[in-house]
């Protein structure tokens, strides 16, 4: 069992930065990856940026070059640093984590970032 703990969400002004927190306690394996997804009112879910494990990480196209993924393994906690944000950013920022060889996947509550003008 897992559980993740997001925060640093809030509202900020287009143009400015927030960074995400997302903290991972319980049962986690050293193979893994957590991902950060949104979701806004009439959209689908959308994968942010993934970061295994091992370091290596995925960006979305529509973030890449503005959101970075980084992770503290000692601390089991994923960070999604957001820089020159748009309004089309706003949306819930949920974190996901899901071990190497398992078919289970957890998701946090979740964390609202508005951006205004």
């Known amino acids: 069992q897992v559980q993740l703990v997001e925060s640093g969400g809030g509202l900020v002004q287009a143009g400015g930065s927030l960074r995400l927190s997302c903290a991972a306690s319980?049962?986690?394996?050293?193979?893994?990856?957590m991902a950060w997804y949104r979701q806004a009112p009439g959209k689908q879910r959308e994968l942010v940026a993934s970061i295994t494990s091992g370091g290596i990480t995925n960006t979305a196209n529509s973030v890449k070059g503005r959101f970075t993924i980084s992770k503290d393994n000692t601390k089991n906690t994923v960070h999604l640093q957001m820089n020159s944000l748009k309004l089309g950013d706003a949306a819930v920022y949920c974190c996901?984590?899901?071990?190497?060889?398992?078919?289970?996947?957890?998701w946090g509550q979740g964390t609202q970032v508005t951006v205004s003008s």
């Open positions: 319980g049962s986690i394996f050293r193979l893994n990856t």
């Open positions: 996901w984590y899901s071990s190497s060889c398992s078919l289970a996947v957890y």
